[in-house]
């Protein structure tokens, strides 16, 4: 599932292929990644115009078309995004063709389609709607830390809810409580002020070096868990055998030996 550096090299695809291009026309081939808006209303808005500006929020990405309004990706469990010549077969999974005058187009392929198109006139209106906490990239410390003595319930649980913390998903929180060494069933009322750093430092470090190596995981250093999570393999600190858990419905991968439960402030 794409999570905050997923969604960063697709900002950055869409910057290095998309922008300042006119879209000729706009072809919705599943109507089902549309959210609160229609074909129609797409191409009303995009036709003719181009992508100025790209932003990136947590899970979102959000293209700047005019004046007035910006188009809301949200990527779910499958979605990227295809820039080809127009006269290049579409895929069984491209769901949305922008296709530009330049004789190139750009697909949002989706093959579970539980991503989203839509439409929305203010970014920070929308975020709040969605009730998205602070991004991942962008909060502070100080957030960061107001966040963790509010917090109930386990550690991984927190990072994953994009109400709390925004860009973060089950890969991503995985490594994150593996570099910072809890136990991704900590609870958060038992973090110390040190644990709390070590999980904000460790955030940005992993976030950074995952769109340092464009999102691939294969490409992630053999001393990250990513590389070890899988069933049977071992930790590549101590050799103990990494385990899995349920955690808030996703399967965590930990080292029971690196990542402990702390003792309370
Ligand atoms: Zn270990």
Known sequence: MPEWPDVEIFKQYLDATSLHQKIRTVTVRSQKILKDTSAGRLRQALQGRSFESCTHYGKYLFGEV?????????F???GSLKYSQQDSRNGPHDRVVFAFDNGYKLAYVC????G?????TSVDDFLASRGQGPDAMSIDIGRFRRIFEKARGNVKSTLMNQKTIAGIGNIYSDEILFQAGINPGASCDKLADADVKQLYHNMKKV??????RRA???KLPQSY???HRNKGETCPRCHSKIRTRKIGGRTAFYCPNCQKYPHGR
Do not use: N, P
């Open 66 to 74: 005019g004046a007035r309004e910006r188009l809301v990706i949200h």
């Open 76 to 78: 779910g469990m499958t």
């Open 111 to 114: 093959q579970r389609l539980f």
């Open 116 to 120: 989203r198109i839509g439409l929305v």
């Open 207 to 212: 976030l950074k070096r995952a769109v340092e």
């Open 216 to 218: 691939d995981l294969h």
């Open 225 to 227: 868990l990513v590389a």
